[in-house]
């Protein structure tokens, strides 16, 4: 079955570390989103991606960066790690517009710890 | 800022229906409404969508009110799998942009 995985699942990490987290889908959907969501909340968007080569800064995309080489994975770098980066982050696919109504299809999340 | 407005929480018994309930007072007429949920430590996964009739599926259904600025996702029979916070959102099909707003959702309360 098609799926989306995201890795680590934990990580733990120091103020100034450069850090990436890992999505890999199978669905082949061209449309993959980085969110991140803060204890309480609702998701917010810091990067998403259209396309091989695409990419698009979203709603809180400051220390963060994305780069899209092949269809299946968009790993996000967090720069220089800051407590204020502290947070779970989920990444999604999409079905193409013209296939469908743009339902999200969520990883398992990624706890993030910056120390 | 998100388009909808929800009650942060709500109670139900197990195996009764719920209806949870959103207003979206200026959506526009290209809008799609989508419900998305939320199980404790696991990722959203999409429940339902619909513009202006309503809808059912497998999980769930959706109620639109004539004049679309509100309307009611159904949980016809509630378990306590389907204690979760759920999301409301707005999105228009006619932008290319897939961005998807999100609020604070209702969280459902599901008592045995």
């Known amino acids: 079955d098609a799926e989306i995985t995201q890795s680590p699942r934990h990580k733990i990490t120091e103020t100034g570390r450069q850090v990436t987290l890992a999505c890999h889908q199978t669905?082949?959907?061209?449309?993959m989103f980085w969110y991140r969501q803060d204890l309480g909340h609702g998701l917010r968007l810091i990067h998403y991606?259209?396309?091989?080569?695409?990419?698009n800064k979203g709603e809180v995309s400051d220390g963060y960066s994305v780069s899209r080489s092949n269809t299946e994975d968009l790993p996000l770098t967090l720069e220089s790690a800051a407590s204020s980066q502290t947070s779970v982050y989920f990444c999604?696919?999409?079905?193409?517009?013209?296939?469908?109504?743009?339902?999200?299809?969520f990883g398992p999340g990624t706890r993030l710890t910056v120390l | 800022d998100a388009k909808t407005t929800q009650p942060n929480s709500m109670e139900s018994n197990e195996e009764e229906p719920v209806h949870l309930p959103c207003n979206h007072s200026t959506i526009s007429g290209t809008d799609y409404i989508h419900w998305y949920r939320q199980l404790p430590s696991q990722g959203p996964e999409y429940v339902i969508h619909g513009l202006t009739s309503n809808v059912n599926n497998r999980m769930a259904s959706l109620a639109i009110a004539e004049d679309r600025k509100s309307s009611t996702l159904i949980l016809h029979r509630a378990t306590l799998r389907d204690a979760a916070v759920y999301y409301c959102i707005l999105r228009d099909v006619m932008d290319s942009n897939y961005q998807l707003i999100w609020g604070a959702g209702t969280k459902l309360i599901i008592k045995p």
């Open positions: 999604a696919s999409s079905i193409d517009r013209d296939r469908g109504y743009g339902e999200q299809f």
């Open positions: 669905w082949n959907h061209n449309n």
């Open positions: 991606s259209y396309g091989v080569q695409d990419t």
